[in-house]
């Protein structure tokens, strides 16, 4: 399964290619070179994931943003307030919103209203990026070719916990993310990759 056009930028940054549209989500630590955005995908408010000087970075004009409305606020320009459990459109992709939350934690509770993103791309390839979660009950109705899922633990899934989620609503595959920077090392993505029962793609960052 081609997945030459995912790109993990380390942490809980992507940037993914559908034709020439340009996408990036939770931009993070990025190169001064990185190429401009045509959609940037927000997830949450926390600094790792919104990061105004890295969406200064990748900006354009006409660049748009989706966001959650405690981070919409703050951009400016062709921003989509979001919230869980809606569909929109942008161009040719079509975009779903999920629900992020902790279950037993508090660092990311549910009423802050925070989201991941099932995007359809042109060709009909569906890309979840679950934003900062542990497994949600509603996330067992996900249906997605890729899930980039937390898996290091602390502030979301261990990678165990990921590959339990992803064995329930089977993607495709699975990319690991949220580990190696932060918090999470390498062994959470290999514990991913042991529990979970489709393909794994460890990636390595590309910064």
């Not at 748009?64 to 979001?82: H, M, R, W, Y």
């Not at 090392?185 to 290999?190: E, L």
Request: charged share 20%.
């Amino acid at each position: 399964m081609n997945h030459q056009h995912i790109h993990w930028l380390g942490h809980a940054s992507f940037r993914i290619e559908d034709g020439a549209t340009l996408i990036y989500i939770d931009p993070w630590k990025l190169s001064d070179k990185s190429p401009k955005a045509d959609v940037v995908f927000i997830t949450h408010a926390h600094y790792d994931h919104f990061s105004p000087e890295d969406i200064a970075k990748i900006r354009k004009e006409g660049t748009a943003f989706f966001a959650p409305k405690d981070v919409a606020f703050q951009l400016e320009g062709n921003v989509i307030s979001v919230v869980p459990g809606q569909s929109y459109n942008f161009v040719e992709l079509k975009v779903r919103t999920t629900h992020a939350y902790n279950l037993g934690k508090q660092f990311h509770p549910r009423q802050s209203n925070w989201v991941g993103y099932v995007i359809t791309l042109s060709t009909g390839q569906k890309i979840y990026h679950s934003g900062d979660t542990d497994f949600t009950p509603e996330m067992r109705s996900v249906v997605t070719d890729f899930a980039l899922l937390p898996c290091g633990g602390t502030y979301t899934m261990t990678g165990k916990e990921a590959a339990e989620a992803a064995n329930v609503f089977k993607p495709q595959a699975l990319i690991p993310m949220h580990w190696g920077d932060i918090v999470g090392t390498s062994k959470d993505a290999d514990e991913a990759q042991k529990t979970f029962k489709g393909t794994t793609i460890i990636k390595n960052p590309e910064r």
